[in-house]
């Protein structure tokens, strides 16, 4: 029976994933090649250091620390910039119901972001009350992949990891909500996220009472 729904943030709740693209993709135009979306697929929801490292691999480029460290400073001013821009009603619809829903169910809200801007992005969108339990990427050591923040998540949510849903729009949070013993809604196609236990296209489109099923 599951006690908690465990949201990631990036392209869950909100389209920050195209923001990161828009920044990501600027990079890579700056250091002579395309990001295309299919590339971008492999950079979220894994951290910020890791997806200039992935970066760096589809360039087929190397820098140095130093050098890595002052675009990844770059890269995080452009993102910054977007969501400083962002309005209240960029958040995905049907969400708010979605949680009113979890709530009269007597289930617990989790969000597990990997990102160091969720609390800017929380305030943007002025949700931050809703959730019982924020992990972001500023109390992990080990990225997704790694089932890390998800089991930090459960922890303090009080509740065990079989009685959690996780709903996840990358392909490392499916794989790491997987390893964390936890059933995932996978945000987006199939073909990406076929690994999760469902697929829906957005997270709005979530039919609540599958939840009970699982
Ligand atoms: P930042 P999520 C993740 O957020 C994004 O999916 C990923 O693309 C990004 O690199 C990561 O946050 C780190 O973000 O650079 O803001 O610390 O999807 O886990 O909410
Ligand atoms: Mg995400």
Redesign the pocket.
């Known amino acids: 029976m599951i006690q908690a729904c465990i949201f990631?943030?990036?392209?869950?709740i909100v389209d920050?994933?195209h923001y990161?693209?828009l920044a990501?993709r600027r990079l890579a135009a700056e250091l002579g090649f395309e990001l295309t979306p299919e590339a971008n697929e492999r950079?979220?929801?894994?951290?910020?250091m890791?997806?200039l490292e992935i970066i760096l691999e589809i360039g087929g480029l190397q820098r140095s620390r130093e050098e890595m460290d002052a675009m990844?400073t770059r890269?995080?001013a452009w993102?910054v910039e977007y969501i400083e821009a962002m309005q209240a009603h960029e958040i995905f619809p049907g969400i708010t119901d979605l949680f009113a829903k979890i709530r009269q169910a007597g289930m617990k809200i989790g969000l597990?972001?990997?990102?160091?801007?969720?609390d800017t992005v929380l305030r943007k969108l002025g949700i931050a009350h809703h959730f019982d339990a924020i992990v972001?990427?500023t109390m992990i050591i080990h990225?997704?992949p790694d089932p890390e923040?998800f089991l930090l998540s459960a922890s303090k949510l009080g509740v065990v990891p079989a009685q959690c849903v996780v709903f996840?729009?990358?392909q490392a949070?499916v794989e790491a909500a997987k390893r964390a013993g936890m059933r995932c809604v996978g945000i987006g196609k199939k073909e990406q996220l076929g690994a999760a236990d469902i697929v829906v296209a957005q997270t709005g489109a979530f039919d609540f009472s599958a939840l009970l099923k699982f």
Do not use: C, M
């Open positions: 990631d943030l990036d392209g869950v920050t994933a990161h693209f990501w950079l979220k929801g894994v951290s910020r890791r997806s990844a890269k995080n993102f597990a972001s990997s990102s160091k801007n969720a972001d990427g990225t997704k923040i996840e729009d990358a949070g």
